[in-house]
Antibody
Framework: EVQLVESGGALAQPGGSLRLSCAASGFTFNKYAMSWVRQAPGKGLEWVSA????????YYADSVKGRFSISRDNSKNTVSLQMDSLRAEDTAVYFC??????????????WGQGTLVAVSS | EIVLTQSPATLSLSPGERATLSCRAS??????IAWYQQKPGQAPRLLIYGASNRATGIPARFSGSGSGTDFTLTISSLEPADFALYYCQLSANWPTFGPGTTVDIK
């Protein structure tokens, strides 16, 4: 059974930093691209970032480009999101999501339960 | 930037009825559309990918159709567990989600 468990969500100050992690199990991690998708309170879904199965390719939404950095450790089956220069509008539940294919298809067939990031002074 | 719109915003139906949800893209996206179901406090669940392919474990009462700019998610006979929020998503280039359609109990 695929399991994705996010951690690292917290209250942060504007301009601050947080690092989210997602621990994966139940599938061959190094064969699949991974993404982060967020959902502001009471709002819809917004894709944030993706990383290829090897980690060699990374992609970002314009809203986070230059501030967030995605990475993965295939030896530990983890994917991380380093979030710098945080803004109030980054407040959201952040979901880790597994791509359906080995390449980046952006079809997310498994999701974690989410971790809450709140940015406020 | 491709924008997805969903209609209606809310669909009020009774168990056993047929639900038809619409998703429209601002320009042609081929078949690069997925549908997700989300319940309060839960993560989304993939229902349909490639516009018409059911994801693993998804019941046959869920079906997707369409190509180009107009897409439809149909639930043939609503079960109590189907009352939820539904999003369409563009999978091409940068993923984009529609605003969602809530299917609630009439």
């Amino acid at each position: 059974e695929v399991q994705l468990v996010e951690s690292g969500g917290a209250l942060a100050q504007p301009g601050g930093s947080l690092r989210l992690s997602c621990a994966a199990s139940g599938f061959t991690f190094n064969k699949y691209a991974m993404s982060w998708v967020r959902q502001a309170p009471g709002k819809g879904l917004e894709w944030v970032s993706a990383i290829s199965n090897s980690g060699g390719f990374t992609y970002y939404a314009d809203s986070v480009k230059g501030r967030f950095s995605i990475s993965r450790d295939n030896s530990k089956n983890t994917v991380s999101l380093q979030m710098d220069s945080l803004r109030a509008e980054d407040t959201a539940v952040y979901f880790c999501a597994k791509d359906s294919y080995g390449g980046i298809s952006y079809y997310f067939d498994s999701w974690g339960q989410g971790t809450l990031v709140a940015v406020s002074s | 930037e491709i924008v997805l719109t969903q209609s209606p915003a809310t669909l009020s139906l009774s168990p056993g009825e047929r639900a038809t949800l619409s998703c429209r893209a601002s320009q042609s996206v081929g078949s690069s559309i997925a549908w997700y179901q989300q319940k309060p406090g839960q993560a989304p669940r993939l229902l349909i990918y490639g516009a018409s392919n059911r994801a693993t474990g998804i019941p046959a009462r869920f079906s997707g159709s369409g190509s180009g700019t107009d897409f439809t998610l149909t639930i043939s006979s609503l079960e109590p567990a189907d009352f939820a929020l539904y999003y369409c998503q563009l999978s091409a280039n940068w993923p984009t989600f529609g605003p969602g359609t809530t299917v609630d109990i009439k």
